[in-house]
C-alpha cells in the first residue's frame, strides 16, 4: 500500500500554462506538506496544511495554491508556469506532534 | 536566520570504506535533528536524534548527536553500491514541523 502517492510522476508544459498536481496520504496525518527541490537537489519548504488549515506559507509566488480538501488530500495549483518552476515537488505527512515526514514520490515539473 | 550545513557536498568512496558525513545546525529552540536518504525518488527517514551523545544504529549505520557543538554525524561502515545516495540532514524550524534542510552530501560508492 502507497503511503503518500502524487499524481503525475512527470509532467512536461508550456510556458503560461496552469496545471495541478495532486497527493493523497494513507496514513492517517494530521499534516501535509509540499516541498520543491530544484536542479542542484535542495529541498525547500513551500506551503503545510493541518487538517485543512494552512499553517506555513513561504515565500512562494502567489501562483502557487495549495487546497486541502480533506485532511488525507493536498493539491497544488500553479498558474502561469515559468521556466524557474521546473523541479521536482514533493508532497509529504506527518502528525503534527511528530516530525518524522514521509514522502511522496515526487512529481518532475518540467516547463518548457 | 536558521542554517542547516552538510559537508562534503559530495562523495566518492570504494566498496567496504568507511565514511562520515557531517550535518551543522544553527537553530533557535532545537527540538530534534533528522537524517534522511534519498535515492532515485523519495526522501526515505534514517534517523531522527534529540539527545547528546545517544547513538543510534541501523545496521550498517549509525549517527550521534552533539547539542553542545552543534553538529550531528552519520556514520555508514563497510559501503555498500546501495549506499549510493544523497544524504539529507533536516532540522524543525518555526512552528509547526517546519523541516528546514540542509543542501545534502551526495554519496557515491563503486566497486
Known amino acids: 500500500d502507497t503511503a503518500v502517492s502524487q499524481t503525475p510522476k512527470y509532467l512536461v508544459t508550456q510556458m503560461g500554462n496552469d496545471k495541478s498536481i495532486k497527493c493523497e496520504q494513507n496514513?492517517?496525518?494530521?499534516?501535509m506538506y509540499w516541498y520543491k527541490q530544484d536542479s542542484k537537489k535542495f529541498l525547500k519548504i513551500m506551503f503545510s496544511?493541518?487538517?485543512?488549515?494552512?499553517?506555513i506559507n513561504e515565500t512562494v509566488p502567489n501562483r502557487f495554491s495549495p487546497k486541502s480538501p480533506d485532511k488525507a488530500h493536498l493539491n497544488l495549483h500553479i498558474n502561469s508556469l515559468e521556466l524557474g518552476d521546473s523541479a521536482v515537488y514533493f508532497c509529504?505527512?506527518?502528525?503534527?506532534?511528530?516530525?518524522?515526514?514521509?514522502f511522496g514520490p515526487g512529481t518532475r515539473l518540467t516547463v518548457l | 536566520e536558521d542554517k542547516v550545513v552538510q559537508s562534503p557536498l559530495s562523495l566518492v568512496v570504494h566498496e567496504g570504506d568507511t565514511v562520515t558525513l557531517n550535518c551543522s545546525y544553527e537553530?533557535?529552540?532545537?527540538?530534534?535533528l533528522l537524517w534522511y536518504k534519498q535515492e532515485k525518488k523519495a526522501p526515505t527517514f534514517l534517523f531522527m536524534l534529540t539527545s547528546s551523545g545517544i547513538e543510534k544504529k541501523s545496521g550498517r549505520l549509525s549517527s550521534i548527536l552533539d547539542k553542545k557543538e552543534l553538529f550531528s554525524i552519520l556514520n555508514i561502515t563497510a559501503t555498500q553500491t546501495g549506499d549510493s545516495a544523497i544524504y539529507l540532514c533536516?532540522?524543525?524550524?518555526?512552528?509547526?514541523?517546519?523541516?528546514?534542510f540542509g543542501t545534502g552530501t551526495r554519496l557515491q560508492v563503486t566497486l
Open positions: 496544511y493541518n487538517n485543512k488549515e494552512l499553517i
Open positions: 509529504a505527512s506527518s502528525q503534527l506532534i511528530s516530525v518524522e515526514q514521509f
Open positions: 533536516a532540522v524543525p524550524t518555526g512552528t509547526a514541523s517546519k523541516l528546514t
Open positions: 496514513l492517517g496525518h494530521d499534516t
Open positions: 537553530v533557535t529552540n532545537f527540538r530534534s
